[in-house]
């Protein structure tokens, strides 16, 4: 049986550990605007899922499999190439901003976006980027577009994307 003292400690370390949980990582900055795919009326679903593909660049995300938070040896080459430059360019910060697919439950995707996230931001700093210069923000499905329905756009929407900030 606990004593007081005991009793106060463990309801404090839970109090403690529930309350790091309800707000966002100290280091993670609001997502920036990202633009917006205009849908015309008269667009296919095609169309509009073409718009979606088209307006990701590969150099600017990191794509996963179905599934993964471990980045793929092709994701850490160029992972190493973004250290590179954010290690010549001091003054420069990166965000990093986890997608899912629409697959799977909010809080599935919600923790799977952070733990790539996560993944990306060790990462960069294995590779010598200072903690400074990363901040992270998980947003998981909440963010992508609605008319995302088939696995190339799916494939296209597991990514964390990588944002400069401007100098």
Known sequence: MLTSPS???CLLVAALSLSGCAGWPS????P???????????????ALEEKVIA????????????????VSRLEKVKLQQHAAYLKENPRKTLTLIGYTDDLGSRNYNVAIAEKRVQAVRQLLRSYGVPTVQIHRYSVGAEKTPSVCKTTRCRQKMR???LVYSPD
Not at 27 to 30: G, I, N, Q, V
Not at 32 to 46: L, Y
């Open 7 to 9: 009793r106060f400690c």
């Open 27 to 30: 280091d993670e900055a609001p």
């Open 32 to 46: 920036p605007a990202t633009p917006a795919v205009v849908a015309n009326p008269e667009e296919t679903a095609a």
């Open 55 to 70: 307006a990701n660049k590969p150099e600017d995300n990191i794509y996963f499999t179905l599934g993964a938070v471990t």
């Open 159 to 161: 990514r964390v994307e």
